[in-house]
């Protein structure tokens, strides 16, 4: 029998993490033969909620799901995991200013990388997916280095890859199975780019680039990348709460890709420590282009940019360079 995967979800009593652990535990992410052992981490204030939620994964009688516990400490919650779903971050309050809120994640997250260099198998893969997620990962994979490879931090930006997929495939008529190959460049914020311009569209059995399909250069040069960028806030405004449902789905997206690899032809996005590929400086973490293959992802190499797409990387580049900059002020070492 195949041995179980532990996996960790932290923020598990949030919204997003009820949306996840079902997904973990039905089989969509590592496949239906392959045992989960999940474990819950929240703050000690949500232990009932924890509570909750494994009662309901019990409830769901799950052949997949080997073992579900809940924590509210580091140590049992990072022992011996394979992959990590750090969900849990601080959130915005009221009044706060951006440097609070900064220094309130580089706590949670150095804490989090020490607790994974030291409890965590060497071999572990992160997701980051609580705010500011590329930064957040950056001081995870700073205080964890040693032990565990900086390759295997990411943060998400799948959820803005995949809102420009369900984009493109409204504006063209076409459906999801229909578009590949979107990109986004940089930072899972407001400066993020998303970029279609190596993407695909078939329709009625031709396949053709995407400027090609949409045949109007200012709608993807404008109000496409404005959706884009802006979806995640007309949905508090609709929904009242912010988007969970997707955001989940993304990050098993992510997950289920670097496990299993990316369809051939295809890739994907995921913001991951820079080698230096496209200029973009060593170390930041920034969503790029990847194929996955073995576990193992590789950025895309080789493609070219026109001058309105320099200066979008160039704005998300210098957002995260000041970003980093600022989190290791916060570090107090
Ligand atoms: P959510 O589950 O809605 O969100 C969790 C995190 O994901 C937030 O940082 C949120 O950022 C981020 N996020 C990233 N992408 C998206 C997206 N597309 N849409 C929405 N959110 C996104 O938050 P809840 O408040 O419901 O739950 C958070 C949980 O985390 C709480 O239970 C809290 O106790 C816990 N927590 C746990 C910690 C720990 O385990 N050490 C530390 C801190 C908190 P944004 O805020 O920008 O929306």
Redesign the pocket.
Known sequence: MTAPLRVLV????????YSIVIRIADGTVFGKDQPVQLVL???P??SN?LEGVVFELQDCALPTLHSVEAVTEEKPAFTGIDYAFL??????REGMERKDLLAANVK?FKS?GKALAEYAKPTTKVIV???P?NTNAFIAAKYAVGKIPAKNFSA?TR?DHNRALAQLALKTGTTIGDVKNVIIWGN?SGTQFPDVTHATVKKNGNETDAYSAVGDNAFLQGPFIATVQKR?GVIIEKRKL???M??AKAACDHIHDWHFGTKAGEHVSMAVPSDGSYGIPQGLIFSFPVTIESGEWKIVQGLSFDDFAKGKIAATTKELEEERDDALKACDD
């Open positions: 932290t923020g598990a009593a949030g919204q997003i993490g981490l929240d703050v204030q949500c909620v969900v849990g971050a601080m959130p915005r949670i989090q997916v609580g705010n997620a998400m959820l899972h995640g912010s988007s969970a997707s955001a």
